[in-house]
C-alpha cells in the first residue's frame, strides 16, 4: 500500500512538468518556461531546494490530498530529472525529461 501511494504520489507530482509535449520545441519551450520558474537564484540549475519550493507551492494549490508533499517523493522525482546525479537540474536534462515523456502516437 506504501508502495501504490508512493507511485501515486510521483505520478502525480510529475505530472505537471511531463506533460507530453507536441515537439521537440514545445519541449524546449517548455523547460525554459519551467526553469524561469523553477531557478530562484538564476544560476541556470536548479537545485532539490528550489524544486522541492517550486512543487509545495504548486501541491498547495491542489484539492486532492495525495497531492500532499512528501519527500521521499520529491527527492525521487528530483532524481529522475537530474540524470547526470550533479544536484542540480539543467535545461538540457529538464527539456530531455520533457522530450522522452512524450506519449507515442
Not at 500500500?1 to 517548455?30: N, Q, V
Request: glycine residues 4%; hydrophobic residues 35%.
Amino acid at each position: 500500500m506504501k508502495t501504490r501511494k508512493l507511485t501515486i504520489g510521483l505520478c502525480l507530482l510529475l505530472a505537471p512538468l511531463f506533460a507530453a509535449p507536441a515537439s521537440a520545441d514545445e519541449a524546449d519551450s517548455r523547460a525554459q518556461k519551467q526553469m524561469k520558474k523553477m531557478d530562484a537564484n538564476r544560476d541556470q540549475s536548479v537545485s532539490l531546494e528550489e524544486f522541492t519550493t517550486h512543487r509545495r507551492a504548486w501541491a498547495a494549490k491542489q484539492t486532492d490530498p495525495e497531492m500532499r508533499m512528501q519527500p521521499d517523493v520529491v527527492q525521487r522525482a528530483f532524481g529522475r530529472v537530474d540524470r547526470n546525479r550533479d544536484g542540480g537540474i539543467s535545461h538540457d536534462e529538464l527539456r530531455e525529461s520533457l522530450k522522452a515523456s512524450k506519449k507515442p502516437t
